[in-house]
Structures are given as C-alpha cells and as structure tokens.
C-alpha cells in the first residue's frame, strides 16, 4: 500500500513542476530551476549509478545475470530501460513533452 502512496506523492510532485515549468512566471520558473534541477540530476544520476553495464555489457538490475548459466552464449538484453529513457528525456529534441513544454505523467 505505501507503495502506491510514494507513486502518486512523487508523481504529484513531478506534476507540480511540470506546471510552473510551463506556466509558472519567470520568478518561479527561475526560483525552482534553482532548487529543484540540482535534485532531478542527482535523481537521474543515482538509477543510472544502479543500472551501470556490468561485465557483461548488460544491466546489472534489467539483466538475468543470475541465470546466465542456464543460457551463458545468448546476447545480453541491451540497451536498460533506463538508460533510454534518460536518453529521450534528456537529449531528443523529437520528444513532443520537450517541444510542447510538458511531460505530465498519467496518473
């Protein structure tokens, strides 16, 4: 149950700043790019630490690295899940959130 509760905190959180990203005046914008950027990057900067490519090239939480015994010749299941999603967020200017100004996350 307190899982649910620390999604819809975090989401209503995110959803907050999208707003004043969005339609915010330049002082909040500003006052929260401020304070609030500096915590997103270290967000980001902790799963992608958690998801860094092993040994074998593959993440080391997306991947079955345990069971690698079972199947030890088969590719490794690449690129993590994370990472791409870092990769849009963050550098597609094709993103339509980015071009339109918001990434609101359904609920």
């Not at 900067?45 to 199947?71: A, D």
């Not at 899940?81 to 918001?102: C, F, H, K, Q, S």
Request: net charge positive; aromatic share 4%.
């Amino acid at each position: 149950m307190w899982l649910k509760e620390l999604n819809a905190e975090v989401r209503t959180r995110l959803d907050t700043l999208d707003g004043i990203a969005a339609e915010g005046s330049e002082h909040a914008v500003v006052r929260i790019g401020r304070t609030e950027i500096p915590h997103l990057v270290a967000t980001v900067r902790t799963l992608m630490n958690e998801h860094q490519p092993g040994e074998y090239g593959e993440c080391r939480v997306c991947s079955r690295q345990r069971r690698r015994w079972l199947k030890p010749f088969r590719r490794p299941k690449a690129p993590c899940r994370v990472y791409l999603a870092a990769r849009r967020a963050l550098l597609d200017e094709r993103n339509p959130a980015i071009e339109r100004g918001t990434n609101r996350t359904a609920s």
